[in-house]
T-cell receptor
Framework: DQQVKQNSPSLSVQEGRISILNCDYT??????FLWYKKYPAEGPTFLIS?????DKNEDGRFTVFLNKSAKHLSLHIVPSQPGDSAVYFC?????????????FGKGTKLSVIP | DSGVTQTPKHLITATGQRVTLRCSPR?????VYWYQQSLDQGLQFLIQ???????AKGNILERFSAQQFPDLHSELNLSSLELGDSALYFCASSVEGSGAFFGQGTRLTVV
């Protein structure tokens, strides 16, 4: 039973356009959400996070939106750059558990075409 | 550089053997997490240690065990290895209020 789902295994976007990566979750206990970026042969790199008390968090070109009623979050990258090409993982945790034990989606491979 | 160091980077071993993966967390981080990434799976949480004590357990097999030492480094022990244990093993560390920061991983190949 996958509690965090990224339904698009891959996404291609033109350089300069917006990339939108989506993530759905089923566990209503999740209250903290993160996006990680992963290049081949490297560990995941933390990108941006959002607490369930917010519906939007922005950091430079990256914005995460959270829709709690729909149990859905998305990562927007504007403008997309070729260096953004990587696998993006959505992750969630139930902070009340007292840890950052993360449940990950299976990832979306983003390709930004020059 | 996340500040989390994992050794070795690559490991090739035979079925039935035992290996130890090592992780040094970021300076000041008390929590260490172990994750497994197989080819057809996303990152699966295995186990968490906090300041030397086991804090949370995920999908960790009984053949696997971990510990965290007084200097906060951690080791993941994998025994009676099977072909299906071939995967990337990641260590992450965190401090309260921040995200988890991952090491570069150890690629384990069981032949």
């Amino acid at each position: 039973d996958q509690q965090v789902k990224q339904n698009s295994p891959s996404l291609s976007v033109q350089e300069g356009r917006i990339s939108i990566l989506n993530c759905d979750y089923t566990n209503s206990m999740f209250d903290y959400f993160l996006w990680y970026k992963k290049y081949p042969a490297e560990g995941p790199t933390f990108l941006i996070s959002i607490s369930s008390i917010k519906d939007k968090n922005e950091d430079g070109r990256f914005t995460v939106f959270l829709n709690k009623s729909a149990k859905h979050l998305s990562l927007h990258i504007v403008p997309s750059q070729p260096g953004d090409s990587a696998v993006y993982f959505c992750a969630a945790s139930a902070k009340g558990a007292g840890s950052y034990q993360l449940t990950f989606g299976k990832g979306t491979k983003l390709s930004v075409i020059p | 550089d996340s500040g989390v160091t994992q050794t070795p980077k690559h490991l090739i071993t035979a079925t039935g053997q035992r290996v130890t993966l090592r992780c040094s967390p970021r300076s000041g981080d008390l929590s260490v997490y172990w994750y497994q990434q197989s080819l057809d799976q996303g990152l699966q949480f295995l186990i968490q240690y906090y300041n030397g004590e086991e804090r949370a357990k995920g999908n960790i097999l009984e053949r696997f065990s971990a510990q965290q030492f007084p200097d906060l480094h951690s080791e993941l022990n994998l025994s009676s290895l099977e072909l299906g244990d071939s995967a990337l093993y990641f260590c992450a560390s965190s401090v309260e209020g921040s995200g988890a920061f991952f090491g570069q991983g150890t690629r384990l190949t069981v032949v």
